[in-house]
């Protein structure tokens, strides 16, 4: 088992800094301010907007962290909840996480993160494994779904190694009750994820997916609903709509329209083989009446899925919003995350 270096942590493909910069590269294409700029050359630049941190937890958190290396491009943080750590015959719930950013920023490494599943894996009794997958534009969709099956597929074999001989922190995971979940764009990599494979049926034997848990999924269409149109509902999301736009474009194959069924889910039947399905949606949030219509839908295809509306917030408040209203909301979702891991 190896641990990374924090030195490739997705935060820009260019250290440098400063007008001769932007003479080198040319003019910008793309921008999400503070977050992501795409010169005409193909640079990438994204500042170091949230900290990056090691897995060091503190004592007092209750659990043990530790990144593991899977290839150049792709590596996890694993979180174990110490009551299981403590007990050889103690076996967890899996939950593989998906973190967010509008498939072109953020990293498993970063604080808010790397705080929301800490208090998760303890609160919610589950082992976590956290997924760094590749991002766009550098890594245009379908990227980040191969390294969500990839990860999947690499945990398998861990389990099934010959000789027992996985690393001990593997017997942890009870396999035949994982979930996929993930916020924002890792909300929508988590569904991708589970309709591949869901459709292959190759991990049938090996891996029970019991549930999918998306916390505002990102999700797109090119018709725009009414909660996109109204902008007021910004000042209180971290999600804008000329955001959301830019990320599309970014993360898209070249071509693609908004009907993708990578962007929206609607226009494709694949969603009815899904399993149990928890949707979490913000008051504030432009995707809220998009994550309706979706709950909607897969309800009419016979699935049971339970959504929830958190008032008084916006997108990714779980992460990015510390205000009491926010920890009350947060509290809540930790509550029904455990029951519906625990009794799905």
Same mark, same amino acid.
């Given at each position: 088992?190896?641990?990374?270096? %924090?030195?490739?942590?997705? $935060? *820009?493909? +260019?250290?440098?800094?400063?007008?001769?910069?932007?003479?080198?590269? !040319?003019?910008?294409? #793309?921008?999400?301010?503070?977050?992501?700029?795409? %010169?005409?050359?193909?640079?990438?630049?994204?500042?170091?907007?949230?900290?990056?941190?090691?897995?060091?937890?503190?004592?007092?958190?209750?659990?043990?962290?530790? +990144?593991?290396?899977?290839?150049?491009?792709?590596?996890?943080?694993?979180?174990?909840?110490?009551?299981?750590?403590?007990?050889?015959?103690?076996?967890?719930?899996?939950?593989?996480?998906?973190?967010?950013?509008?498939? &072109?920023?953020?990293?498993?490494? @970063?604080?808010?993160?790397?705080?929301?599943?800490?208090?998760?894996?303890?609160?919610?009794?589950?082992?976590?494994?956290?997924?760094?997958?590749?991002?766009?534009?550098?890594?245009?969709?379908?990227?980040?779904?191969?390294?969500?099956?990839?990860?999947?597929?690499? =945990?398998?074999?861990?389990?099934?190694?010959?000789?027992?001989?996985?690393?001990? @922190?593997?017997?942890? &995971?009870?396999?035949?009750?994982?979930?996929?979940?993930?916020?924002?764009?890792?909300?929508?990599?988590?569904? $991708?994820?589970?309709?591949?494979?869901?459709?292959?049926?190759?991990?049938?034997?090996?891996?029970?997916?019991?549930?999918?848990?998306?916390?505002?999924? %990102? %999700?797109?269409?090119?018709?725009?609903? *009414?909660? #996109?149109?109204? $902008?007021?509902?910004?000042?209180?999301?971290?999600?804008?709509?000329?955001?959301?736009?830019?990320?599309?474009?970014?993360?898209?194959?070249?071509?693609? *329209?908004?009907?993708?069924?990578?962007?929206?889910?609607?226009?494709?039947?694949?969603?009815?083989?899904?399993?149990?399905?928890?949707?979490?949606?913000?008051?504030?949030?432009?995707?809220? #009446?998009?994550?309706?219509?979706? &709950?909607?839908?897969?309800?009419?295809?016979?699935?049971?899925?339970?959504?929830?509306?958190? !008032?008084?917030?916006?997108?990714?408040?779980?992460?990015?919003?510390? *205000?009491?209203?926010?920890?009350?909301?947060?509290?809540?979702?930790?509550?029904?995350?455990?029951?519906?891991?625990? =009794?799905?």
């Amino acid at each position: 088992m190896a641990t990374i270096s %924090f030195s490739h942590n997705h $935060q *820009s493909s +260019d250290n440098r800094r400063g007008g001769s910069h932007h003479h080198r590269h !040319g003019p910008v294409v #793309e921008e999400i301010e503070g977050l992501i700029k795409v %010169f005409n050359d193909g640079c990438v630049e994204r500042p170091p907007i949230v900290p990056i941190v090691s897995p060091t937890i503190h004592p007092s958190s209750k659990a043990t962290a530790f +990144d593991i290396k899977l290839s150049n491009d792709t590596w996890t943080r694993v979180y174990i909840p110490d009551a299981a750590a403590a007990s050889p015959s103690v076996t967890l719930p899996l939950l593989v996480y998906f973190h967010g950013g509008g498939f &072109c920023v953020g990293s498993a490494a @970063w604080s808010c993160y790397h705080d929301f599943l800490t208090s998760l894996a303890v609160k919610a009794r589950c082992v976590i494994v956290s997924v760094n997958y590749r991002l766009a534009p550098e890594h245009r969709l379908p990227a980040a779904y191969d390294d969500g099956v990839n990860v999947v597929s690499w =945990l398998i074999k861990q389990h099934i190694s010959t000789g027992g001989g996985y690393p001990s @922190w593997v017997s942890k &995971c009870n396999l035949s009750n994982v979930f996929l979940a993930g916020d924002s764009a890792g909300a929508n990599i988590a569904y $991708q994820v589970a309709v591949r494979i869901m459709a292959s049926g190759k991990y049938a034997n090996t891996l029970h997916l019991k549930g999918i848990i998306l916390i505002h999924p %990102f %999700f797109g269409g090119e018709s725009r609903t *009414s909660s #996109e149109k109204q $902008q007021h509902h910004t000042k209180s999301s971290a999600l804008t709509l000329s955001a959301s736009d830019a990320y599309w474009r970014l993360a898209l194959p070249r071509g693609a *329209s908004r009907d993708h069924p990578w962007c929206n889910p609607l226009m494709s039947s694949a969603g009815a083989k899904l399993p149990t399905t928890m949707v979490f949606m913000a008051e504030f949030d432009i995707l809220k #009446e998009r994550n309706l219509e979706m &709950c909607k839908v897969m309800r009419s295809h016979g699935k049971r899925v339970e959504g929830i509306v958190h !008032g008084g917030v916006g997108h990714a408040f779980h992460i990015l919003d510390n *205000s009491s209203v926010s920890r009350d909301r947060i509290h809540d979702m930790m509550c029904r995350l455990h029951n519906f891991i625990h =009794l799905s």
